[in-house]
């Protein structure tokens, strides 16, 4: 099979490889899957880089996310799952062979069916980016007729948190950092969008909502956004974060917080409990299979072009989601 890896981590072009595999086969309770699109998530590019620590494996086939049909099985698994279409998550997490090859062998639970309308493209969107919103929207009880704020809403996260925001009946506020971020914002459905570098958020927040405040937080950066948050939140409210890149280890003012009875729920959707992860597969998939989202898919690259694409990932100029054509 043709696949991309790496032998040691570092820039994109001092260690990436493309060429040729052994074709993987799959072990008892595994699917074999022609892969077609491949997910590149920021974790893809950082563990590739070598910030998420050594090598785990001597060789790594990179990216979690993917999507393609299966061919083949293994030993307990019904043969009638040849054939299905699916979408793939966590593939690279802990094991050694990512997506980003045109086989790859996965527990089957990890090859999620979906209709043959959905794009391959749009379905290597739903292991880390959509699954990370259905979560942080949807993890502590119903947003209906609640103010859900969603922090970064024009990112690849954000785009889908406000979509499962307003599908579940939320009025939905989004900060965002130019002119073209709100546009997507805005064609996400999102009812107040606050343009945090030329607008004072904690204002704009408070008079949108009569003084109120919201009701949950969907956070992309928990740690610089706090000074701001930990103001806007309601009593009892809801502060779900998967990230806080700027503040790493942020001053909690505790206090504050405890005399609202605010809740705060860190995650990482690699490891969610058990329970949820089969919400969030069936969730999305359904979702998935009725086209009631809208992708943000902003680049596509030919698996040849796998250094340009790390790259482009790195640099942060593309706006949405990356995807390699495998």
């Known amino acids: ?9 570092g820039q994109a072009g001092d260690v990436l490889q493309i060429g040729e595999q052994d074709n993987p086969v799959p072990i008892a309770g595994e699917v074999l899957v022609r892969v077609r699109a491949s997910g590149i998530n920021p974790s893809d590019v950082k563990t590739r880089a070598g910030a998420r620590g050594k090598l ?27 054939g299905e279409k699916v979408w793939i998550w966590n593939a690279a997490f802990g094991r050694a062979h990512g997506t980003c090859a045109e086989l790859v062998t996965l527990p089957v639970q990890q090859a999620v069916k979906i209709n043959d309308n959905v794009s391959y493209e749009s379905a290597a969107c739903m292991g880390i980016p959509a699954s990370t919103a259905y979560y942080g929207i949807y993890s502590n009880g119903s947003v209906k007729d609640k103010t859900v704020l969603v922090s970064g809403g024009a990112g690849a996260v954000g785009f889908y948190g406000i979509q499962l925001a307003k599908l579940a009946g939320a009025n939905v506020i ?8 709100a546009n ?25 909502t009569d003084n109120n405040g919201v009701d949950r937080i969907f956070e992309v950066e928990f740690g610089g956004n706090l000074p701001i948050n930990e103001k806007i939140i309601n009593s009892n409210g809801v502060i779900v974060t998967y990230g806080s890149m700027a503040e790493m280890e942020p001053k909690l003012p505790f206090y504050n917080l405890m005399f609202k009875g605010v809740k705060i729920d860190t995650f990482l959707i690699y490891s969610i409990e058990e329970t949820f992860r089969k919400e969030i597969l069936s969730g999305l998939s359904e979702l998935l299979n009725q086209e009631s989202l809208k992708h943000m898919i902003s680049k596509t690259y030919s698996i040849d072009d796998i ?7 790195e640099s942060g100029s593309i706006i949405g989601n990356i995807v390699i054509e495998v």
């Open 56 to 82: 785990q494996f001597p060789r790594v086939i990179p990216h979690s996310d993917g999507s393609g049909e299966i061919i083949d099985v293994g030993e307990g698994i019904d043969k009638s799952r040849i």
């Open 184 to 208: 997507i914002a805005s064609s996400a459905g999102a009812d107040k969008i606050i343009n945090y570098k030329t607008g004072n958020v904690v204002e704009e927040v408070m008079e949108y």
């Open 307 to 313: 250094i340009d694409a790390h790259n482009a990932m």
């Open 174 to 181: 989004t900060t965002i950092s130019n002119d073209e971020k």
């Open 1 to 9: 099979m043709k696949a991309v890896w790496y032998t040691k981590t």
